[in-house]
């Protein structure tokens, strides 16, 4: 019997790379729900998702309850994969409004209406339900020079948007608790890959590059993150679907540690050597710092062992494979990079005035 998952925000950059991989590599049918705000963009879904009969979409926000319930009576899916979320931090320093209002009362209402249709389900199908939500490693707040995230250690986040993933992590954790709701949750370090919305540093940087504009870093760049080719992300979260425990929470990283700096500099090598400026200038040149973000974390690094240990998952791609991967995709798709530049052009965010 082929399952059926309603992935919410599965136009989105995690979400669309999920969608295309089920689609790709599985006979799961999707039910994919995304509003379709700027950074949710159809085309990142391909054509060979679009023409699948195992791939509906519906453009659905996921405050609308009615339409949710509707949703789930008529697709009557096996599991739920949450990834619908407000999520860049600078935004949410400008206007942290749409966070709460997604983040927050979004995966109120995503968690309502899961578990009013889990209660009617027969006895086996209410047993092999399954709601799984996607979360971040920023919940946990800034670290130190050593340590690392594990998945008890304490809630301290830092940024609108953090708060209220962790507020959403509370929800899920309580209606697990509570209502008996089969639960999994996964924090993860910072994605890359393809079709990611370029206020994100890495698509920023290329496209900066690409364009012959500055490329920004922030403070003095020795800011810290670990970072996971978004592929092996959305095979991390299929494993902990198949075969995660209900009430467990999996931290998902790609034991990638790289300062802001490195991450820059990475880039502007690979952009001199797949598309070099004129004699004598190099993409390095365009390197230029610019005042930090308020509140910026100094450090996040992720503790995957135990997803490592218990459910046999790795990270394929390494940091130098799936950079390479990454910039050639961001030259080799200029049109829809193109067409998400109609929305967004590359100004500062996150000033905080």
């Not at 407000?86 to 995966?107: C, L, M, Q």
């Not at 760049?221 to 959305?234: A, M, N, S």
Request: charge should be neutral; aromatic fraction near 10%; glycine fraction near 8%.
């Amino acid at each position: 019997m082929v399952q059926k998952f309603i992935i919410t925000g599965g136009a989105g950059f995690i979400g669309s790379a999920l969608v295309r991989q089920f689609i790709a590599e599985t006979d799961v049918s999707i039910l994919n729900i995304d509003k379709l705000t700027y950074c949710g963009n159809i085309e990142s879904l391909t054509e060979a998702v679009m023409r699948s009969p195992r791939h509906q979409f519906r453009k659905l926000s996921i405050c609308d309850r009615s339409e949710l319930r509707r949703a789930f009576e008529e697709f009557r899916p096996d599991a739920v994969m949450h990834l619908a979320a407000e999520s860049h931090v600078d935004r949410s320093i400008d206007g942290p409004a749409p966070f709460i209002e997604t983040n927050v009362i979004g995966t109120y209402e995503v968690l309502e209406a899961a578990r009013a249709y889990w209660q009617g389900l027969a006895a086996e199908a209410k047993q092999g339900f399954r709601f799984h939500h996607i979360s971040t490693d920023e919940v946990f707040g800034a670290l130190g020079p050593t340590a690392s995230f594990r998945e008890d250690s304490a809630y301290q986040p830092n940024s609108p948007y953090s708060a209220t993933k962790a507020a959403a992590d509370h929800l899920v954790r309580a209606w697990h608790k509570t209502y008996g709701l089969p639960v999994l949750v996964t924090n993860c370090s910072n994605n890359y890959g393809p079709y990611q919305y370029p206020e994100k540093l890495i698509p920023l940087t290329i496209l900066k590059g690409i364009a012959g504009q500055p490329m920004p870093v922030y403070g003095d760049g020795l800011h810290i993150r670990d970072w996971l080719y978004v592929d092996d992300h959305c095979r991390a979260l299929r494993t902990v679907l198949a075969r995660g425990i209900p009430g467990e929470t999996y931290n998902v990283g790609g034991r990638c540690e790289r300062t802001n700096i490195d991450i820059v500099r990475t880039i502007c090598a690979l952009l001199d050597e797949m598309r070099p400026l004129e004699r004598g200038k190099r993409y390095g040149d365009l390197i230029a710092f610019v005042p930090d973000r308020p509140g910026h974390d100094r450090r996040y690094a992720i503790d995957a062992g135990k997803i490592e240990r218990e459910l046999s998952w790795r990270p394929a791609e390494t940091f130098e494979s799936g950079m390479r991967k990454t910039v050639r995709w961001y030259l080799d798709n200029r049109d829809w990079c193109e067409l998400v530049k109609r929305r967004y052009q590359g100004e500062r965010l996150g000033l905080g005035t």
